[in-house]
């Protein structure tokens, strides 16, 4: 055999994809059941003939991704598009509303509306420096940033460096964009204002307004998934579930091994294998704060207060900036928020497929102290009632997987650290170790490719794609292209 990849997740597939296509036997190693990680949907036996998505439901990082951009996932998954990219609903009834048309959010920001499109709006119109800058390696210059993305990047480093600092007041005089923004960058599940934070927030906003904004997959997560592993298979790779990798001996003889993992796992599947310097940097990864999950089957849909808010994909439910910066600190320091940030997406928005009987899913987290083992329904349905009174009323069943037993369903999630590491300045580049090629482990012919690599977390497989080019130079002599960025 030549390669084997341990883990499934869209990273572990990108790899495995990848290095298929170069004419290599490829074999995934899934230790779950069902494949897909972090992209899987399915039936929770919540409601008949209902799926939902058990970890990630939108998806601009996959548009936005030179992988899926060269993988094709646009001709091979319909990608469907809200209306509105992102909500967020304020306490007094009001909402910022981030458009997928540029225009109409600026027009909706008022008095802010020019600030909205100097920062946000000037990203969005050339992705690539957001996306260059972002999703890169980390370690080299994207090609097809030079030179055109060049501008793009240094504006997001210049925003980054605004809206990641305690200057990210100076740029709005009002309240509802910068609370409009703070809910992108809540999704770091990190203080707030924090650089990685912002990098996240002027990442996921600028592509709101371009492109596919913030798409949700016909049918759900999975078929992103079932693209991938189609592929693979086609390609002549194989994907073995309900086989956890726990050391050597459950690995079958490759030339290379890629790891969908975390770098925990690494190190106690290959202990001495790797250097003693490496090994001890390793050790030193940090898992971040962390989120639970809750799945409801609704009968109709939420309530919201303000119209409009029903009209987007995902919906940040955390009220004002200082709220969610307050609710985040509080999650930080190891305290349950009374009204901890919630994100909430009702896929019907854009897919009717995915109701079923009257029913349809609604996919929601809240934010809490890294393992956690508390139920948060009942706080996730009093902060979303605070915006859609009545939202009790149309609930006919739930599920939550508590932070701590995220791992259970997938290794990869560590006390419910749904980003594979914490989301901080050091861990934006030194992501798992500082090294010089964060993806080889150091041992002969090993590599890491999840989202505790370069570009971290994100349904992109760009870790995996990363890790593989790499793996095919150097194990097989194999060079590949490198992926457009337009
Ligand atoms: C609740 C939640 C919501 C999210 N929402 C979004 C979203 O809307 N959009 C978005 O882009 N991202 C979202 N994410 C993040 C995204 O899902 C992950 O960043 C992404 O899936 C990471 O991909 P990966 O391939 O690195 O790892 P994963 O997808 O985590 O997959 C890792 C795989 O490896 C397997 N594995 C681990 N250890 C072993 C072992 N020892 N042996 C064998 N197999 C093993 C696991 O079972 C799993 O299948 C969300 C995540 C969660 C949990």
Redesign the pocket.
Known sequence: MDVVV?????????AAVAMARAGLSVTV????PT??????TLDLGLADGLVH??????????WASPFFRAFGLERRVELLVPEVSYAQPLPDGRAGLAWHDLDRTVDGLGGDGPAWRSLVGALSRSTAGAVGAALGDKRSIPAGLVPGGLVGAARFGLGVLEQGTPAWGVRFRGDVAPALLTGVAAHAITPLPSPAAAGTALLLASLAHAGQGWPIPRGG?GAIVGALVEDLLAHGGTVVTD????SRR?LPDARCVL????PR?LVD?LGDELPARRRAALERYRHGDA?A?VDFVLSGPVPWAHPDVARAG?VHVGGMRAEMAHAEAEVHAGRHADLPVC?V?DPTVVDATRAHGGLRPL?T?AHVPAGSDVDVTEAVVRHVERYAPGFRDVIVASRCVPAAQ?SD?????VGGD???GAVNLRQMFARPTAALDPYASGADGVYL????TPP??????L??WYAATRALRREFGIRVGPLPVD
């Open positions: 341990v883990g499934s997740g869209p990273n572990g597939l990108a190693l899934e230790a779950r494949i897909g990680g972090g992209a899987r998505d058990v970890c990630s439901a939108v998806h601009p990082m996959a997560s086989h956890p990798v726990r459950d790891f969908d993992t975390t796992t599947v989120a999950k995902t994100l997406s996919w987290y995220m369903h997938n290794a990869n999630y749904i980003s594979a490719c999840s989202a505790a971290g977390p994100g349904v992109h497989g870790g995996g």
